[in-house]
């Protein structure tokens, strides 16, 4: 078939084939250890043991790799270990790499507190600077660590611009899609070589599953992050699997409406009394807007807003809320709210990826929007009372 099927339909049917025995229209979660051997090495369709490989975590790494319309995924057990896998697929002890300077406190905490005692530097930058970028990259420098939208400021950085100086360099360029998703976002199209996910979010989508992935196009570096993930063991579960695969094929709709209620409590949040100022790239005011516009399809349901009262208001409206959970994480179908100082980005407090006190993050999720602009408009005047 020369035609590439769209990508909902990619997100439904990749690596989603009816059971060959039982026509099954929903492929079985194959919770098996381990596969009967016809003779001593005869293996069936290459399944030996669970760590190594599991039918339905292979029938998930297809449908990830369709999505990012990749040549290899590889599903993890979560994020931050698919984010480990693939940096020290590629790091040795004396090699650096740049990252952002707000990326997801998580992958900061693993590359400064472990790949750091392990002999890895690295540098903390701007990524809307591309000067600081190239100034940052040193010869010893092997990666360049891009994650756009950031979390928790939604800062939109070119991923094209950044692969070329990144391969002028001879680095290898990965990208963390996670806010995005492949449904408003494809980086390796842009030029990156390596996507990375933490599928607990938008991807599983609902909330009910911690998982990881890394897509990529190169034979060797596939190779090598395969082999890391079969020799150190951080699988996904065949029922972690199945309910990531489960929760993908929505996952095209899902984003539609998380974009449209983001757009309008972002609009509705923006320029009001007491707010100092809405990050989300769906405004024009957004200083990303335009290339955002130009490399995402939509905007996504992720933003954070900055109050004017500061510290008090901010935790305040975080805690008014009442559609809105006060939770870490993000990208499910309920929305959430985080206060990024003390929670998802406790971890780098007085480091230089500090988040200010006054911001507050929402996960935007499907449900009505009147009912959310309705939660918001009551927390923010709650939030602004004097007791
Ligand atoms: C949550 C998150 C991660 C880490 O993923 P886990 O599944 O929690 O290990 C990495 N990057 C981003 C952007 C995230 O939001």
């Known amino acids: 078939?020369?035609?590439?099927?769209?990508?909902?339909?990619?997100?439904?049917?990749?690596?989603?084939?009816?059971?060959?025995?039982?026509?099954?229209?929903?492929?079985?979660?194959?919770?098996?250890?381990?596969?009967?051997?016809?003779?001593?090495?005869?293996?069936?369709?290459?399944?030996?043991?669970?760590?190594?490989?599991?039918?339905?975590?292979?029938?998930?790494?297809?449908?990830?790799?369709?999505?990012?319309?990749?040549?290899?995924?590889?599903?993890?057990?979560?994020?931050?270990?698919?984010?480990?896998?693939?940096?020290?697929?590629?790091?040795?002890?004396?090699?650096?790499?740049?990252?952002?300077?707000?990326?997801?406190?998580?992958?900061?905490?693993?590359?400064?507190?472990?790949l750091g005692d392990w002999g890895v530097g690295h540098s903390v930058v701007d990524l809307s600077n591309l000067r600081d970028v190239q100034a940052a990259i040193t010869p010893e420098t092997k990666v360049l660590w891009v994650e756009t939208p950031s979390n928790p400021l939604m800062k939109i950085t070119d991923i094209a611009e950044l692969a070329?100086?990144?391969?002028?360099?001879?680095?290898?360029?990965?990208?963390?899609?996670?806010?995005?998703?492949?449904?408003?976002?494809?980086?390796?199209?842009?030029g990156a070589d390596v996507v990375v996910h933490s599928t607990t979010k938008y991807l599983g989508g609902h909330s009910d599953v911690i998982g990881g992935a890394v897509a990529l196009n190169d034979d060797a570096l596939h190779e090598k992050v395969r082999f890391l993930q079969f020799a150190a063991g951080a699988v996904s579960s065949p029922f972690d699997a199945y309910l990531t695969s489960r929760g993908i094929k929505t996952l095209d709709v899902r984003m539609e409406r998380h974009s449209a209620n983001a757009q309008k409590i972002a609009e509705f949040l923006d320029g009001r009394d007491g707010v100092e100022r809405v990050y989300y790239p769906g405004l024009d005011s957004h200083p990303g807007h335009a290339l955002a516009a130009q490399q995402m399809s939509r905007f996504g349901g992720m933003l954070s807003v900055a109050f004017t009262g500061g510290e008090r208001v901010a935790r305040r409206f975080a805690e008014r809320l009442e559609v809105f959970t006060?939770?870490?994480?993000?990208?499910?179908?309920?929305?959430?709210?985080?206060?990024?100082?003390?929670?998802?980005?406790?971890?780098?407090?007085?480091?230089?990826?500090?988040?200010?006190?006054?911001?507050?993050?929402?996960?935007?999720?499907?449900?009505?929007?009147?009912?959310?602009?309705?939660?918001?408009?009551?927390a923010t005047a709650r939030a602004a009372k004097k007791r």
């Open 164 to 190: 070329e100086i990144g391969h002028h360099a001879g680095l290898t360029v990965v990208v963390d899609n996670t806010f995005a998703t492949p449904a408003l976002q494809q980086p390796l199209s842009l």
């Open 326 to 378: 006060l939770a870490e994480s993000l990208g499910g179908v309920e929305s959430l709210v985080n206060y990024p100082s003390e929670m998802t980005h406790a971890s780098v407090k007085g480091t230089e990826l500090a988040v200010p006190e006054n911001v507050v993050r929402l996960s935007v999720g499907i449900e009505d929007v009147d009912d959310l602009l309705a939660d918001v408009e009551r």
């Open 1 to 114: 078939m020369s035609h590439v099927p769209g990508f909902a339909t990619r997100a439904i049917h990749a690596g989603q084939a009816v059971d060959e025995t039982t026509g099954a229209v929903i492929p079985p979660i194959h919770l098996t250890s381990t596969h009967k051997q016809d003779g001593i090495g005869g293996l069936r369709n290459g399944y030996e043991y669970g760590r190594a490989g599991n039918p339905t975590r292979s029938n998930l790494e297809e449908q990830l790799a369709a999505l990012e319309q990749a040549k290899h995924a590889i599903s993890f057990s979560s994020g931050l270990a698919a984010e480990d896998a693939l940096l020290r697929g590629i790091l040795r002890p004396g090699d650096h790499l740049v990252i952002g300077n707000d990326v997801y406190g998580g992958t900061y905490r693993l590359v400064s507190r472990i």
